[in-house]
């Protein structure tokens, strides 16, 4: 079974026999949250309607060597899908949030990592939330799993819990080598970047 992570807790990545693993899947997902009011109005109350926010989330992820990103194409997003040596992909951008299980995806694959690179953060902004008013208050159900992809199966899940009120970025996690072993560690911070740029300034 997958375990669930607290906020702050690191583990090692490993597949359920053991051994290290090497080929990753990092799923993260939200829902937007119901917005207060006479749900959906008339067409609400006939069709079982709920007005949600209609919040565009971005996922990404960064690449970096001695915690630092060296490079723009260290950046994976919607507009940079692959890293350079295919190490690391992101599999396509959802515009909603709507559905079950996973938004986005991302695909790690630790053994083919060029040296150097010591970690992966994985960021979720809300695009162009400033201009449009939104923030991660107005998300529920928002988490971060990693899977063996090998087997597709969870080997971890952190369910971000807290109140976000007025942030609109979140740095969900990490995968990082410490002794020569690839663990996980469940971030959970919220920031108020409010584009992908800012928040890769961050780990620049």
Same mark, same amino acid.
């Given at each position: &079974?997958?375990?669930?992570? *607290?906020? /702050?807790?690191?583990?090692?990545?490993?597949?359920?026999?053991?051994?290290?693993?090497?080929?990753?899947?990092?799923?993260?997902?939200?829902?937007?949250?119901?917005?207060? !009011?006479?749900?959906?109005?008339?067409? !609400?109350?006939?069709?079982?309607?709920?007005?949600?926010?209609?919040?565009?989330?971005?996922?990404?992820?960064?690449?970096? &060597?001695?915690?630092?990103?060296?490079?723009?194409?260290?950046?994976?997003?919607?507009?940079?899908? @692959?890293?350079?040596? !295919?190490?690391?992909?992101?599999? /396509?951008?959802?515009?909603?949030?709507?559905?079950?299980?996973?938004? @986005?995806?991302?695909?790690?694959?630790?053994?083919?990592?060029?040296?150097?690179?010591?970690?992966?953060?994985?960021?979720?902004?809300?695009?162009?939330?400033?201009?449009?008013? *939104?923030?991660?208050?107005?998300?529920?159900?928002? $988490? =971060?799993? =990693?899977?063996?992809?090998?087997?597709? *199966?969870?080997?971890?899940?952190?369910?971000?819990?807290?109140?976000?009120?007025? &942030?609109?970025?979140?740095? $969900? !996690? @990490?995968?990082?080598?410490?002794? /020569? *072993?690839?663990?996980?560690?469940?971030? /959970?911070?919220?920031?108020?970047?409010?584009? =992908?740029?800012?928040?890769?300034?961050?780990? &620049?």
């Amino acid at each position: &079974m997958a375990v669930n992570l *607290q906020k /702050g807790q690191k583990v090692d990545l490993r597949k359920a026999d053991g051994s290290a693993l090497r080929h990753v899947m990092v799923g993260l997902g939200w829902d937007e949250a119901e917005k207060s !009011g006479n749900n959906g109005g008339i067409l !609400g109350a006939i069709f079982g309607g709920k007005k949600t926010h209609n919040i565009d989330c971005d996922a990404s992820a960064f690449l970096c &060597m001695n915690g630092k990103i060296t490079g723009n194409d260290d950046i994976i997003y919607f507009g940079n899908l @692959e890293h350079s040596s !295919g190490a690391v992909r992101h599999m /396509g951008d959802n515009l909603t949030g709507e559905g079950e299980g996973d938004d @986005e995806q991302i695909y790690v694959d630790l053994e083919d990592l060029p040296a150097g690179y010591d970690r992966v953060i994985f960021t979720v902004n809300i695009y162009k939330a400033k201009e449009r008013g *939104q923030h991660f208050g107005m998300i529920r159900n928002a $988490f =971060i799993r =990693i899977c063996d992809n090998d087997t597709h *199966q969870e080997l971890c899940r952190y369910n971000l819990s807290e109140n976000y009120d007025g &942030m609109t970025a979140m740095i $969900f !996690g @990490e995968i990082y080598l410490r002794n /020569g *072993q690839w663990r996980f560690n469940a971030t /959970g911070q919220a920031t108020k970047d409010n584009n =992908i740029s800012e928040l890769a300034r961050r780990f &620049m």
